[in-house]
């Protein structure tokens, strides 16, 4: 059974850093798209940041020059480095895996998600 672990949330000021996690299992890591969304209370899931082949990564406009992810094979893990962040990045993250490299920001070219982490940021 596949099963995507979130990690590494907490509370943080603004101007802070935090870096997340995501373990997957029970899947054949590298032939998914990696994806990081975040959903805030009362508002949408949205789309932060994903990858497919290290030189193919994309970034919400919110969080470009901020956030930085990564992958590693070797460890079945999907990182995302958060610098500089701000209360409105304050949101449940979810980590999400699409198969083959068509993941999108669309919720709908996932098909695997993990529980969520909580991100708070203070100002």
């Known amino acids: 059974q596949v099963h995507l672990v979130e990690s590494g949330g907490g509370l943080v000021q603004a101007g802070g850093s935090l870096r997340l996690s995501c373990a997957a299992s029970?899947?054949?890591?590298?032939?998914?798209?990696m994806g990081w969304f975040r959903q805030a209370p009362g508002k949408e899931r949205e789309f932060v940041a994903r990858v497919w082949r290290g030189d193919r990564l994309y970034y919400a406009d919110s969080v470009k020059g901020r956030f930085t992810i990564s992958r590693d094979n070797a460890k079945n893990t999907v990182y995302l480095q958060m610098n500089s962040l701000k209360p409105e990045d304050t949101a449940v993250y979810f980590c999400a895996a699409g198969p083959g490299g068509l993941g999108s920001e669309e919720l709908s070219t996932y098909k695997y998600w993990g529980q969520g982490t909580q991100v708070t940021v203070s100002s």
């Open positions: 029970g899947l054949t890591f590298v032939s998914y798209t």
